[in-house]
């Protein structure tokens, strides 16, 4: 594939803020969605899943929402904390194919103190 | 505490060598992977294992080789071959296709 070279989108925010990362995933027959966190140095973390029977899903903190029409995923923070800066990632599981993850590039999030 | 070990942490080696690192997991998973990956980039698969004794290519095999002879261990050799081995490399494993992948803490290596 091409590269898009070493830049991440970059999302920075005010400690408190809520946070909104986007994602695009590109495969219709995608029928799992995960979001996957990463801190400096460490493996990435599981954060939140959805199915696509669904188009909201919450946890501590965090709203996962799925738009299939536009084939969008978006995570959600809520009041944003230093502890959360890290390199957020999206994955889709497309149905059959073992369900290989499709991982997004990634977007930094800065919390600004 | 269940997860997944890499070792070791950080790892150097002279071009030209064969080079194996480890993943061990406790969490009693059919399933394991390898993935690489470089800056500012996603993860790109290397390997992966659906069960013990089995394994498949993924996206970027070449250079690389695995074995799966126990439940919970997914040794990965880079080998000489390999053109740009130096990355951080992850191993995961998940319970069931239906399921989130787990990661160990990665294993960063350097070839020089």
């Known amino acids: 594939g091409e590269s898009v070279g070493l830049h991440l989108p970059t999302l920075s925010v005010q400690e408190g803020d809520n946070s909104i990362i986007n994602c695009a995933y590109s495969?219709?027959?995608?029928?799992?969605f995960i979001w996957y966190k990463q801190e400096s140095g460490k493996g990435p973390q599981f954060i939140i899943d959805?199915?696509?029977n669904m188009d909201k899903r919450q946890g501590q903190r965090v709203t996962v929402l799925l738009n299939k029409t536009v084939k969008h995923l978006s995570l959600q923070i809520a009041a944003t904390q230093p502890g959360d800066s890290a390199v957020y990632f999206c994955?889709?599981?497309?149905?059959?194919?073992?369900?290989?993850?499709?991982w997004g590039l990634g977007t930094s999030l800065a919390v600004n103190p | 505490d269940g997860g997944i070990t890499q070792s070791p942490k950080y790892l150097f080696r002279k071009e030209g060598q064969n080079v194996t690192l480890s993943c061990e997991q406790n969490?009693?998973?059919?399933?394991m992977y390898w993935y690489r990956q470089d800056p500012g980039q996603g993860l790109r698969l290397i390997y992966y294992s659906q069960i013990v004794n089995d394994f498949q290519k993924g996206d970027i095999a070449e250079g690389y080789s695995v074995s799966r002879e126990k439940k919970e261990s997914f040794p990965l050799t880079v080998t000489s071959a390999q053109k740009n081995p130096t990355a951080f490399y992850l191993c995961a494993s998940r319970g069931n296709i239906n399921s989130p992948l787990h990661f160990g803490n990665g294993t960063r290596l350097t070839v020089t």
């Open positions: 969490l009693n998973h059919d399933a």
């Open positions: 994955a889709e599981a497309p149905a059959g194919n073992n369900r290989k993850l499709i």
């Open positions: 495969n219709s027959a995608s029928d799992y």
């Open positions: 959805i199915r696509s």
